[in-house]
């Protein structure tokens, strides 16, 4: 049986802490449950959470909730040193990746430490310190909104790019994933594995931790360089990265180089680089501004904070700001990488 909350407050299920009101909220645990409420909700529009970690309420939501809360992870395949991992799509992201870690199989210790839950990684394709979802990803499963449907998806099928998938475009609205396998790698069975070390300061970090490298080591070095740079959003509301890293045309990065010689990038292919949105915008003078309580940290400027009290749309003016004081200095348009609900 669901249990369903009318006027439901969402400001302890959103990083961000944004007051917003649910019309109805309702959180299946089970896939029964999943299917008994998209079943019951099967003529309305609902909004669908998962760890609430990646969007901006603007305004109260005028529609069902359902919060995605299905738990369990399981190893589903094991051959040559692969593991192939069923995890559930309610399970917290960052216990999953410590879980892994635990049973020594590789793949996400880059991506410790990212909020969220593991369902609505695929959406965003998470990633960090030069390893994405897609990297590991095999197939998620889904449920169609509308026909209730149940149905696998590949990694072809998901369409991933640069913190995009088919989920934020042609299927946005369509589905509900309510599990995502992953292909990891069993270092109890292979000896060869290779750790990406070579992104950001994760190098520079290992040399201070100055012990031995393993996964359990590497991902420790992302905690510790995220958690100097990233607020807790238990101590701030935050959803951490605003913007994306644009990406833009070697040409025009040579040309805006010109102007400002100290402007870093990371190579894309051979036409393309990217650019740290944090460095453009602490460049442009945004590092530690507060708009009320809508600011940006002064740690890290790629990330919007709530001091207390902002609203959804008063964080969205300062991003806006922003957005076009970095247009008005470098010439480059930075997009948001959070979700913007009810603009």
């Known amino acids: 049986m669901i249990e369903i909350h009318h006027n439901y407050n969402l400001k302890e299920l959103n990083t961000f802490g944004i007051s917003a009101f649910a019309k109805a909220y309702t959180a299946p645990s089970s896939r029964q449950q999943l299917m008994e409420t998209l079943g019951y909700y099967v003529a309305e529009d609902i909004f669908l959470m998962g760890g609430g970690s990646n969007m901006l309420l603007l305004d109260d939501i005028q ?5 995605v809360c299905l738990k369990g992870i399981e190893r589903v395949e094991e051959k040559d040193g ?3 991992l069923k995890v559930m799509a309610g399970e917290n992201w960052h216990e999953l990746v410590m879980y892994c870690i635990d049973q020594q199989l590789a793949g996400i210790e880059n991506l410790a430490l990212i909020p969220g839950n593991a369902g609505t990684a695929p959406i965003q394709n998470i990633g960090a310190y030069g390893v994405e979802l897609k990297d590991v990803f095999h197939s998620c499963e889904v449920i169609d909104l509308k026909s209730l449907e149940c149905k696998k998806l590949s990694l072809e099928d998901c369409k991933f790019g640069y913190r995009d998938s ?23 069975q292979v000896e060869n594995y290779t750790m990406k070390t070579d992104y950001g300061a994760i190098k520079q970090e290992l040399d201070i931790m100055d012990g031995e490298l393993t996964i359990s080591s590497l991902a420790q070095a992302v905690i510790n360089i995220r958690s100097s740079k990233l607020p807790d959003p238990k101590v701030i509301g935050n959803s951490g990265s605003f913007f994306k890293n644009p990406i833009i045309k070697k040409e025009k990065y040579e040309d805006i180089l010109r102007m400002h010689p100290q402007l870093p990038s990371y190579p894309v292919d051979e036409m393309h680089v990217k650019v740290p949105a944090g460095w453009l915008i602490d460049r442009s003078g945004f590092k530690g501004k507060r708009n009320g309580d809508a600011g940006v940290h002064d740690k890290q400027a790629l990330v919007l904070v709530n001091h207390g009290k902002a609203t959804g749309k008063e964080i969205l003016e300062l991003s806006k700001q922003i957005q076009q004081a970095v247009k008005d200095r470098y010439g480059i348009q930075i997009e948001t990488e959070v979700n913007l609900i009810n603009e």
């Open 166 to 188: 088919i989920f934020k475009n042609e299927a946005k609205g369509r589905y509900v994933i309510s599990s995502v396998q992953l292909e990891l790698t069993d270092l109890t």
């Open 82 to 84: 692969k593991v192939l």
């Open 63 to 67: 529609k069902p909730v359902v919060h």
